[in-house]
């Protein structure tokens, strides 16, 4: 093992999966999984039952979440991947940086301000390397859209208009876990939305300056649901009669991933990972609109709706030589379930330039398979491959990427909160 890259992976949920599967499977002649942390060792050593059926020779060793510092001591990784809570991840960066070690985040990199300051100041004060996985900058389809852009092909570009639609499938599971609490998460506008900004960051290759915005809870929550009539409530939708027919309820006795994880886990630390969507307590937006001003002085429109019937999304680009549109209709999922789920739609993708003064043509490419547009098995490659292919495109996103796919968010929130607009440099500086 001495010849090979030492992981340690904080947060045993669901995404984890994609980090682990890859080391001790796809990439287990280069890279070693050596520790587990988590709050919960009833997942960490269900965890451990799966990694055994990927050809783990024995346990990881596992320690709890309290115990950090003494996983680093004990089991020496190279690099700390953390997949743990939202409003977790600055600690465990942070402290893995102190303790000399690289690390690999999930997004979004933090939640807030304060602790987005943090992480900047210990990355220049320690001089380790944090990467932030953004895997939706390794699809294809967004990846052809930002070579159209970098060759010019609609000129510098003045607006784009952005709508993203989250279904009764995906959206609403947003609202079951522990994302519904903005503490946690951040709300949508920092967790699911981070995605979104920061592949507009990187199309424009801008930095957002100013944003305002609008965010309710007009759907989920029980006063939404009253509103409409609805009578029958339940705390959570495991084995609840008031559970058994509604469409938006969710049991956690899979005899899989949900169960093992969640449902067990849940005899030793309280966690509900099946809320009912309408109940009390959610603290995020589920209906939110923005405008962001960028410093190369191009503005975005943009809209984010977790109720839709149908999962994708719908952007055009505007340049002062014409129009790029992005129409991708994607796959619905709830994380952690196996199988089909709902009613979701088959996946498209279309890309069109509508040049200024010429016919409109085709730019979708080839259609790629695998998880998030096919993006998950380019990210893991680049970073977990023998030779990492070329970047032509910068999709190796740093700690100041991390930072400026926040900003827009952080900012979106406090201008759900005051009415007034925000600028991003009184937040935090980054130049």
């Known amino acids: 093992m001495s010849d090979r ?6 947060g045993l949920g669901a995404r984890s999966y994609m980090y682990s599967r890859a080391i001790l499977k796809t990439y287990a002649d280069r890279h070693a999984l050596v520790g587990l942390c988590d709050s919960n060792r009833t997942r960490m050593a ?6 055994r059926g990927w ?4 346990d990881i060793p596992a320690y709890h979440a309290a115990d950090f510092d003494r996983m680093i001591a004990e089991t020496k990784p190279d690099t700390v991947i953390v997949t743990s809570v939202d409003r977790t991840h600055a600690h465990y960066i942070v402290r893995a940086m102190e303790l000399g070690c690289d690390v690999i985040t999930e997004k979004p990199m933090t939640t807030d301000a304060a602790t987005c300051r ?8 320690t001089g380790r390397r944090l990467r932030v996985a953004f895997n939706y900058r390794y699809s294809p389809v967004r990846a052809a859209v930002k070579a159209l852009l970098q060759q010019g092909t609609i000129g510098k570009i003045k607006a784009v208009h952005f709508e993203w639609l989250l279904d009764t499938v995906h959206g609403a599971d947003y609202f079951r876990r522990w994302h ?8 949508l506008m920092v967790h699911k939305a981070t995605h979104h900004f920061d592949l507009v960051n990187w199309w424009l290759e801008s930095s957002p300056e100013l944003v305002f915005g609008l965010g309710s809870l007009a759907f989920y929550g029980r006063a939404a649901a009253e509103a409409r009539g609805v009578t029958q409530f339940y705390d959570r939708g495991t084995d609840h009669p008031n559970a058994k027919d509604d469409p938006f309820a969710l049991s956690l006795a899979d005899g899989g991933m949900l169960e093992g994880l969640y449902l067990n886990g849940a005899k030793e630390d309280g966690y509900r990972r099946d809320q009912s969507v309408f109940g009390d307590g959610i603290s995020i937006e589920d209906t939110m609109n923005l405008l962001v001003r960028y410093r190369n002085g191009a503005q975005m429109s943009y809209t984010l709706s977790a109720y839709s019937p149908w999962e994708g999304y719908r952007i055009a680009f505007i340049g002062d030589t014409g129009r790029i549109e992005l129409e991708d209709l994607e796959k619905s999922y709830i994380s952690a379930a196996g199988g089909e789920i709902g009613q979701s739609a088959s996946e498209s993708q279309k890309v069109t330039v509508f040049p200024h003064w010429s016919r409109p043509y085709d730019a979708t490419p080839p259609a790629a398979t695998g998880e998030h547009g096919g993006g998950d098995a380019l990210l893991l490659e680049d970073i977990f491959g023998q030779a990492p292919p070329a970047d032509p495109l910068g999709r190796r996103a740093d700690h100041i990427a991390g930072a400026r796919s926040i900003l827009t968010g952080i900012a979106a929130n406090q201008a759900f909160a005051t009415g007034l607009p925000v ?3 009184d937040l935090v500086r980054l130049d």
Request: include cysteine.
């Open 118 to 125: 943090e992480i900047l100041a210990a990355v220049e004060r």
């Open 423 to 425: 600028r991003v440099d």
């Open 5 to 10: 890259h030492r992981h340690a992976i904080v």
């Open 55 to 58: 050809g783990a020779p024995a």
């Open 180 to 187: 519904r609490d903005k503490r946690n998460s951040g709300g």
């Open 46 to 51: 269900w965890c451990n039952g799966k990694y």
